[in-house]
């Protein structure tokens, strides 16, 4: 599977309000975005109309050391493992900014390290 990003889509299978592993019984099939990565998995979006038993709240804490997006904050978030994703529906092409966390269509990485440092934040110190 390839390493996905924030803004990707991935579908996953639930049963009785919990995500299960792709290869169990289940009731419904849901498409969630992902809003952070952290160690070995990723933090999904779950939408107000879906219920996911154990979920946590974006709050303001948790979204800045997750670097989690502003328009999630104050909303229901849920962590995964990658062997729970059952197919990757659509993956954003471009790059997040590693300075200001913008993120950029088409985009490529211009530094040594493998990130990007967008053009506004290369040449304005003070951006």
């Not at 804490?61 to 990658?82: C, H, N, P, T």
Request: hydrophobic share 30%; glycine share 8%.
């Amino acid at each position: 599977m390839p390493k996905l990003k924030p803004g990707d889509r991935v579908e996953c299978r639930l049963k009785d309000g919990a995500i299960v592993s792709p290869y169990r019984e289940y009731d419904e099939i849901r498409t969630f975005e992902i809003v952070a990565i952290e160690g070995s998995g990723y933090w999904l979006y779950i939408p107000p109309y879906v219920l996911i038993k154990g979920g946590k709240k974006a709050d303001q804490y948790r979204s800045k050391s997750l670097g989690i997006d502003k328009r999630f904050l104050d909303v229901d978030i849920y962590y995964i493992q990658e062997n729970l994703i059952s197919k990757v529906v659509s993956e954003m092409d471009g790059t997040t900014c590693a300075k200001c966390g913008e993120f950029y269509h088409l985009a490529e990485p211009n530094q040594e390290d493998g990130t990007l440092i967008c053009w506004s934040c290369r040449f304005n110190p003070y951006r």
